[in-house]
């Protein structure tokens, strides 16, 4: 991936709208006289592999980011000098941790930013903030990675699901329901593969029932709502860098807050101890001398090898968000007109990453859906739908807390036949035409 500088700011995240002709009825890629491929109209369909013939997909679609070349040079000179602990070096300006954190916090526009091992980290740490105890009610998105349910689980709370609009994003309308009737006080809400639910009314739901909020923001980097950044609507927000993600070190995660006492809580949560919170930008000296041994210390920091794979893919942001912007409506162009795919439009104040496409699948049956997913994985284009084969983004099949016994007819609904595509930088407008093309061939085989 070519890498190029850019100004590390939030608003460098461009929603870029693009638009490509529509096609309709068989395609088939071919080359135009300039020997660029197109996709043309064909009443012939090529032999799948299931049927004999070859793939032609020759790409990882879901191939992770690489780490720059600047990030490996800075993660192997931490390692060759065994300065990988985050309190090591002898101050902040020395530390990459603490050259990260300030980083994505000016990135972000916010205050203060907090690296943590994991997401999962970051959210454990918001729950103990926002004074969560066992047995206290959770509101949360029915449809998420069961990470979120575990990090409920983890704090010995209850979840409380909140139904899943046709978009996958939180319905308002439930949690407002929700929210009254189990009389919880914190919403920790995933933008589950980057789906934004309508903020406006969410937020008139946090207001009313003076909800502590905590955004699990994993897939939300480089989105928006109305022109502003997830991550900034709650008391907290919680970021991953895990290696599908928009920044990627294998592992990882990024709290953030504009509340000086929020973030001089996490910093000790997180493992800072004694006098090591100097080496932290931004955190108050009297705060963090009066909580100082009032925190116990969760040993869930970051260390100077994941942040310093992580410094230079804060401009590389921007650079993939168009990536991906383009990416995501070229292949719509190709596959939202065929009449068993549905793609959900996001509300029109969402700004989106488009890192990953997801469709709904529209009358099929539950074996043609399977035989869909079998014939294109074949194909080299492996997909998942959420709602079957044991998810783990299926609330049902999170067996560890009573809640997936309830009864949530919009979250079946919408998760039954809704098929999940990776749609990685490195992938050319090539590479993506030929996805698209092979979507509409495996539907071809198994409507057939």
């Known amino acids: 991936m070519q890498e190029v500088s850019v100004s590390p700011r939030m608003r460098g995240c461009r929603s870029l709208q693009r638009s490509s002709d529509r096609h309709h009825g068989e ?50 000179d931490a390692m060759r000098r065994g300065v990988m602990y985050r309190y090591q070096p002898p101050s902040k300006e020395d530390s990459l941790t603490a050259r990260f954190e300030k980083t994505f916090a000016e990135y972000m526009g916010m205050k203060h930013a907090i690296g943590t091992n994991s997401c999962g980290s970051a959210m454990y740490i918001a729950l103990n903030i926002a004074g969560v ?43 407002d329901r929700k929210a009254a009737e189990s009389g919880a006080k914190v919403l920790l809400m995933s933008y589950m593969r980057g789906h934004v639910p309508d903020m406006d009314a969410v937020m008139e739901v946090v207001e009313k029932h003076d909800l502590f909020f905590i955004e699990d923001c994993a897939h939300a980097y480089c989105t928006s709502w109305d022109g502003r950044a997830l991550g900034t609507f709650g008391h907290i927000g919680c ?19 504009n509340d000086d006492e929020y973030a001089a809580k996490a910093a000790l949560y997180a493992g800072s101890y004694e006098k090591l ?24 920091r970051m260390h100077e090898v994941t942040a310093a794979m992580l410094l230079p893919q804060v401009p590389r942001l921007a650079v993939i968000h168009d990536i991906h912007v383009r990416n995501h409506a070229l292949l719509r162009s190709i ?15 969402a ?45 049902r099949s999170w067996t560890y807390v009573d809640a997936h016994r309830d009864d949530l007819p919009m979250t079946v609904e919408n998760i039954a036949f809704a098929v999940d595509l990776s749609m990685q930088p490195h992938l050319t407008e090539d590479n993506v035409r030929v996805m698209g093309q092979v979507v509409l061939e495996v539907l071809a085989h198994v409507l057939a």
């Open 133 to 175: 105890e066992p047995g206290d009610k959770i509101l949360t998105n029915a449809f998420t990675f069961h990470a979120v349910p575990s990090v409920i689980h983890h704090a010995r709370a209850e979840p409380v699901l909140v139904e899943t609009n046709r978009e996958w994003g939180m319905d308002a309308e439930d949690l």
């Open 351 to 395: 700004g989106n990453f488009h890192d990953t496409m997801q469709f709904h699948l529209v009358g099929m049956t539950t074996p043609q859906a399977e035989a869909f997913l079998d014939v294109a994985k074949e194909e080299g284009l492996p997909m998942q739908i959420f709602g079957i084969r044991r998810n783990a983004r299926d609330y």
């Open 27 to 76: 395609r088939r890629l071919i080359e135009d006289p300039n020997g660029s491929p197109v996709v043309m109209m064909t009443n012939e369909r090529r032999r799948l592999v299931v049927e004999g013939g070859e793939r032609i997909i020759d790409f990882n679609h879901k191939a992770f980011k690489p780490v720059p070349e600047e990030g490996i040079a800075m993660a192997a």
């Open 277 to 300: 919170w100097q080496k932290h930008y931004g955190l108050d000296a009297d705060m963090m001398d009066r909580l100082q041994n009032e925190i116990p210390g969760y040993s869930m």
């Open 239 to 257: 970021f991953s860098t895990q290696s599908s993600k928009g920044m990627s070190a294998g592992e990882g995660g990024i709290f953030v807050t």
């Open 335 to 349: 596959i939202g007109e065929h009449p068993n795919i549905e793609i959900p439009s996001p509300h029109p104040k």
